[in-house]
Nanobody
Framework: QVQLVESGGGLVQAGGSLRLSCAAS????????MSWYRQAPGKERELVAT???????IYADSVNGRFAISRDNAKNALYLQMNSLKPEDTGVYYC?????????WGQGTQVTVSS
């Protein structure tokens, strides 16, 4: 059974930092690309960052240079280091990966950035 469990969210002031974690189980973690998505109130879910099984990374323009995605295959863990946070980064952050036949999602962790 695939499980993705996010943690590390919270309330932070603008300009602050947070580090999100995602613990994966039930999958061959090292074989899969992993992503972080976020969803702000009243908005659609959007891609934040992706890291491939080879460690290549892709970022949304809005977070490029401020966020860093990483993974620890030995721990089956995915991370998102978020620096210089802005109020528009507020939302629920989800860890996700595609394992046939569907996308798999964690329950999400809330990030709130106050101005």
């Amino acid at each position: 059974q695939v499980q993705l469990v996010e943690s590390g969210g919270g309330l932070v002031q603008a300009g602050g930092s947070l580090r999100l974690s995602c613990a994966a189980s039930g999958i061959g973690f090292r074989d899969y690309s992993m992503s972080w998505y976020r969803q702000a109130p009243g908005k659609e879910r959007e891609l934040v960052a992706t890291i491939t099984n080879r460690g290549n990374t892709i970022y949304a323009d809005s977070v490029n240079g401020r966020f860093a995605i990483s993974r620890d295959n030995a721990k089956n863990a995915l991370y998102l280091q978020m620096n210089s946070l802005k109020p528009e980064d507020t939302g629920v952050y989800y860890c996700t990966t595609y394992i046939f036949p569907r996308q798999r999602w964690g329950q999400g962790t809330q990030v709130t950035v106050s101005s």
